[in-house]
């Protein structure tokens, strides 16, 4: 088995900071690519941001400049450093995380179970 724990959510006024963290846990081989997507009501799931196990990263062009993603692969955890929040970045904020199981052959997804980010104007 394979879980992922979300943590560093909540209630922050526009301008604000807040750090997100994903830590991967289990059966776990490998971990190759670490992700943060969001959702806000009535919208559909969008990616925020992704590293790669070589460390290359892309952002979604609506963060670019006030988010930065980050790992430690010696804790199996993914980090999202959110700076200069709008009110429009509220949204529930999922982690991704694409691995390779012990004795299991293949590569999997596994998600989060999502952390609300509230923004106040």
């Known amino acids: 088995q394979v879980q992922l724990v979300e943590s560093g959510g909540g209630l922050v006024q526009a301008g604000g900071s807040l750090r997100l963290s994903c830590a991967a846990s289990?059966?776990?081989?490998?971990?190759?690519?670490m992700g943060w997507y969001r959702q806000a009501p009535g919208k559909q799931r969008e990616l925020v941001a992704i590293?790669?196990?070589?460390?290359?990263?892309n952002y979604a062009d609506f963060v670019k400049g006030r988010f930065t993603i980050s790992r430690d692969n010696a804790k199996n955890t993914v980090y999202l450093q959110m700076s200069s929040l709008k009110p429009e970045d509220t949204a529930v904020y999922y982690c991704?995380?694409?691995?390779?199981?012990?004795?299991?052959?293949?590569?999997?997804?596994?998600w989060g179970q999502g952390t609300q980010v509230t923004v106040s104007s």
């Open positions: 289990g059966t776990i081989f490998s971990i190759n690519a």
């Open positions: 590293i790669t196990s070589e460390d290359r990263i």
């Open positions: 991704n995380v694409n691995l390779i199981r012990v004795g299991i052959p293949g590569k999997y997804d596994y």
